[in-house]
């Protein structure tokens, strides 16, 4: 069932292990947050066992099985990653920067980073032998979690808060998953999971899963291969929960132990200014960050108020040289819409937030002209299009 170079899980504040030599397989593949201090789990790896020139290669997420946990001939898969790096040379020109690559993440089965994510979740929930699986979710990760549920017949609930987008609602259902929605916000969603749902399942959500981070280290394998492993001078992710922070760092360390890159390349993470409790703690010099009090931000996938990675994440942000900053709604959307007038890509709300960073760290002179940034669009903008049009309304168009 596990790759070779799986070792177990790790709690990442009391450091209790559950191993493949001593723990039942079917508990480590169902195994949530420790239950002795209730902190996230987090994959170990034996990286001396993975041939580097195995995760060279591939055009797929699972082609990379070797630094997963699972292999890939027992995931639940529907072919995703292998997305592209699409050249912006327009936007590089406009930004005075040597180089931008848009990572096209809205290309995934769903539309979105997280089904490289939900892809082992589900997995590891399905090998633990589980009936039900569940999720409180802004709305791509609930989306995700039924389509990959759907290939097994295994029963899952999203909860998602009202403002959640009709794409994300229509396509649970259309994937054959539950769904509750949930009056208020995301918070409201997460309450709503923990009071109402009876049965016993297996907790899906960013962090209480130990595996859904880990499947989006796959992101940093493949923009660094994009890049025949020339590792970029930034790379830029929006952050919501801190999830894609912390799998994309985890990845590109991984790649800096197996020789693949010399060094990690500084990576910055982008929140809205209405939701940033993430920026704001890493603005105040803290190592965690505390619950944001009033979240209101266009950018629902992103209106995460009290994120699970956030402690995480901070120090995945400190550990690359990066930084973690805010853009206004208005930027986003901008962005958003300048990268598909001029560079085709379709870039999401989320994606939007990614690239107003970009165009804040070219503003102030964190990069310039002898720089190359990735940028990572983590959903479709087909995902909420009417946002991104009313932007247009606003300018007369
Ligand atoms: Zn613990």
């Known amino acids: 069932m596990f790759s070779d170079a799986f070792v177990g899980l790790t709690c990442t504040d009391c450091g209790a292990s559950l ?117 409180a979710s802004p709305g791509n990760a609930g989306q995700s979690m039924a389509a990959y549920a759907g290939q097994v017949d295994l029963r899952s609930y999203a909860f998602v808060p009202t403002r959640s987008p009709f794409s994300n609602k229509a396509m649970v259902n259309v994937h054959g998953g539950e769904m509750k929605v949930v009056p208020g916000r995301l918070g409201d ?41 020339d590792a970029p001078d930034a790379v830029v992710l929006p952050a919501g929960t801190g999830e894609l922070v912390v799998g994309v760092v985890d990845g590109l360390r991984e790649c800096v132990e197996l020789g693949l890159i010399d060094e ?45 990675g956030g402690a995480l994440a901070l120090s995945a942000i400190a550990e690359t040289g990066g930084e973690a900053l805010t853009v206004e709604d208005a930027d986003a959307l901008e962005s958003a819409v300048a990268v598909a007038s001029t560079e085709t890509v379709e870039v999401g709300l989320a994606g939007g937030v990614a690239a107003a960073g970009l165009w804040a760290l070219a503003a102030d002179g964190t990069l310039g002209s002898d720089d190359e940034a990735v940028v990572v669009n983590t959903e479709a903008a087909t995902k909420a299009p009417d946002v991104l049009r009313s932007h247009l309304m606003g300018q007369g168009v």
């Not at 890939?72 to 592209?84: H, R």
């Not at 309450?191 to 297996?202: G, N, P, R, T």
């Not at 595996?211 to 025949?228: I, Q």
């Open 189 to 229: 969603a997460v309450d709503a999971l923990a009071e109402e749902l009876q049965s016993e399942y297996v907790d899906l959500g960013a962090f209480a899963s130990p595996f859904r981070h880990d499947g989006l280290k796959t992101v940093a394998y493949e923009l660094l291969a994009d890049r025949d492993w």
């Open 19 to 135: 191993t493949v030599d001593d723990a039942d397989p079917e508990a480590i593949a169902g195994a949530g947050r420790c239950p002795d201090c209730g902190a996230p789990r987090v994959p170990e790896y034996d990286l001396d066992a993975v041939d580097a020139d195995a995760v060279r290669a591939g055009p797929r997420a699972w082609d990379r099985d070797a630094v997963l946990p699972f292999d890939a001939d027992a995931a639940l898969s529907a072919a995703e990653g292998g997305t592209p790096s699409v050249d912006a040379p327009r936007v590089a020109e406009e930004l005075d920067l040597a180089g931008v690559e848009i990572k096209d993440e809205a290309r995934n089965p769903t539309g979105s980073v997280l089904d490289r994510g939900l892809s082992v979740a589900v997995t590891a929930a399905d090998a633990a032998g589980a009936e039900l699986i569940a999720c």
């Open 264 to 308: 990690l390349p500084p990576v910055y993470a982008v929140q809205a200014e209405g939701c940033a409790p993430i920026a704001a703690a890493w603005q105040a010099g803290r190592d965690d960050t505390e619950q944001w009090e009033t979240p209101d931000t266009i950018v629902g996938e992103l209106e995460v108020a009290d994120p699970p």
